[in-house]
Nanobody, 120 residues
Framework: QAQLVESGGGLVQAGGSLRLSCAAS??????MGWFRRAPGKEREFVAA????????YYTESVKGRFTISTDNAKNTVYLQMNSLKLEDTAVYYC???????????????WGQGTQVTVSS
């Protein structure tokens, strides 16, 4: 059964970098997205792209700092996060959907999440 498995989260100081990975075998026809849920907040869209790179978009607060990419040979989606801020602290989720977009209603499959904590 196809599933999404995130990895790469952890504790990092503000200004640092992390790269999240999402093993996504079986989802080559889907739009892949990253979402996050900060403590006490709703889940929010972070970034998304199609496997061929034809559609790629980010939420405003991460533009210029985060980069979503795919490795088709490895069936893996990445989220490179640079210049991390305290407000980036959240559980990050990988998602796959036929519709995609910047709303979680466009996604049908979700990973279990990986914690990212940014410290001062």
């Amino acid at each position: 059964q196809a599933q999404l498995v995130e990895s790469g989260g952890g504790l990092v100081q503000a200004g640092g970098s992390l790269r999240l990975s999402c093993a996504a075998s079986g989802f080559s026809r889907y739009t892949m997205g990253w979402f996050r849920r900060a403590p006490g907040k709703e889940r929010e869209f972070v970034a998304a792209m199609t496997w061929n790179g034809g559609r790629l978009y980010y939420t405003e607060s991460v533009k210029g700092r985060f980069t979503i990419s795919t490795d088709n040979a490895k069936n893996t989606v990445y989220l490179q996060m640079n210049s991390l801020k305290l407000e980036d602290t959240a559980v990050y989720y990988c998602a796959a959907g036929y519709i995609g977009g910047n709303n979680d209603r466009g996604y049908d499959y979700w990973g279990q999440g990986t914690q990212v904590t940014v410290s001062s």
